[in-house]
């Protein structure tokens, strides 16, 4: 399943908003082909910026690990390189892509995905019934484990990407879908959760 490859993202911040100053502190991007993680970048990353406290109790990341990461102009090309036309996924992929944008364009760089799947956009479509949808929540309840500390950039992604691989194994399974590949999964995210089994019975039929 997820028969092209495709690449989920997850970047660790000092904030919420590229917009209000925050920058990237690290970053993971995994490349799913066939079902399997066959790839991956990960890096701390030097920004030039101040960790806040609540930052390192949340990710566990410190001023020190950051101050003696690679710099951002080297990680950000070094990504947009790995991810290239590929799709792009993340869970709240919307957050990610804007750091991703905000970074590059700091650099006068592009990225070159050719499309954006939110993984946790297509867990409310396809598993309405589920009481949250936080990846930690939402991975207990699919049976993923973490396999390691929550809320840094490597395990985040892991488990993000088992979550779409579960996601495309069981369009496969309920719905008869030979093909699970970005274009379905793009059109799921945009569906209202009623209107999604409808239209994954037309797509299997056809």
Known sequence: MLDQP????DFETTGLSPAMGD???????????????????????????????????????????VDGA?????????????????ALSAHNASFDEKFLRAEATQLDLAPRH????????????VFPQLGSY???QLSSALGIPFRSAAHRAEADA????QVLIHIGRHLRASYGIAQVDTDLLVAVNKLAAAKVPQFLQKRAGQ
């Open 158 to 161: 892991e488990v993000a990407a």
């Open 114 to 125: 050719a499309s954006l799947v939110c993984s946790l956009k297509l867990s409310r479509r």
């Open 134 to 136: 936080k990846l930690g």
């Open 23 to 65: 920058r990237i502190t690290e970053v993971a991007a995994l490349r799913i082909v066939g079902g399997e993680v066959v790839a991956r970048y990960v890096s701390l990353v030097n920004c030039g910026v101040r960790i806040p406290a609540f930052i390192t109790g949340l990710t566990g990341i410190t001023q020190a690990m």
């Open 6 to 9: 495709i690449v989920m993202l």
């Open 70 to 86: 690679p710099p951002v102009e080297e990680v950000v090309p070094q990504l947009l390189d790995f991810i290239g036309s590929d």
